[in-house]
């Protein structure tokens, strides 16, 4: 058996867990095992999910709680855990698992970047310039989620020569393909019935931009009193995005649904995807939306354009305002029908039975080589 060391910021729902939950769903679970490194003492939404397919996980102190023993702790597991592969999510920050990897003489120490973004601080990125020829160095294995997203961490070179893998973040497609039948349950129950229902998946912090997508949707009641909104995530952002709700009068026609396991049905009940991030190193959500025959808005030169699989996939600059998103956003919605889009999302390669095979033959050839 093959025993996979993840290291994750959290298992609690966001875009990495559940594309690492997507993959090993679809894994031989004789052959391959994952087992993960979470930061924080926080038990996250998918931990029972993963615990439940044997997964070990351990937690660790986070490096703003003590960065002394967050190293202590993440070198011990990897030290004595006898893993064959050490894959890390940390962005740069993966350094840390992969250079401990590397002295415990782990054979495959994969470093995975899942955005395209850094922060304007000068001092973030000081670091990302300093620690980036030593995870270079340590890591034997460059992955991305995107071409952009390998950019940030890799550089273009590395991308063009085909040095960097990119590991595409791949969905149950039947999952996800538009169902009239659960469209018309899930409404029901939601009591969104005859409503014009523009949804979001996200957590609530700073990179998903919910403030400005609360923006936009109040042009759009202001506009449609029969629009409503359903925000699924939680983050810590969320006691804040509540309150503008309330300061707005939309505490009635907001739906916040937490962390939920059932995103596929959800999106069978919306009639619009809204999510104007501030950065996204790839967006598997765009993905599922498209799958799911909706009408898809994200932010233009910040979603990566390899989530364009389909027409239903439009981009508004994040410069444009709230008024002008609700114009795109209404006039694009004004008498489109949905249709089965799962052909084009499984050409593209976004079909996750044919990813984790590759991937699971991957980690294989690998550790033979």
Known sequence: MIKVLHVVSALDGGGVENLLLNYYNYMDKKKIKFDFIVHGNNKGALEPIFENLNSKIYH???????VIQNFKCLKEIIYNGNYDIVH?????????PVYYAKKAGVAI??????????TKSISNRLIHNIL???????????FACSEDAGEFLWGSDAVTCGRVHIMKNAIDINKFTFNPEVRNKIRNVLGVEGKFVIGSVGRFTYSKNH????????EIYNKNRDATLILIGNGELEDEIKKQIISLGLKDVVICLGVRDDVHELLQAMDVFLLPTRYEGFGIVYIEAQTAGLMTFGSEKVVPSEVKITDLMKFISLNNSPESWCKEIL???NGYKRVDTSKYIKENGYDIQLEANKLEKFYYKSLTN
Do not use: E
Not at 133 to 142: G, I, V
Not at 211 to 218: A, D, E, R, S, T
């Open 60 to 66: 660790i102190p986070s490096k703003h709680d003590s």
């Open 88 to 96: 890390a999510h940390l962005g740069i920050m993966s350094v840390f």
């Open 109 to 118: 120490r994969i470093a995975h970047s899942h955005t395209a973004f850094i």
């Open 132 to 142: 980036r020829p030593f995870l270079k160095r340590n890591a034997n294995y460059w």
């Open 211 to 218: 403030k400005f997508l609360i923006q936009i949707f109040n």
């Open 331 to 333: 006039g694009y919605n």
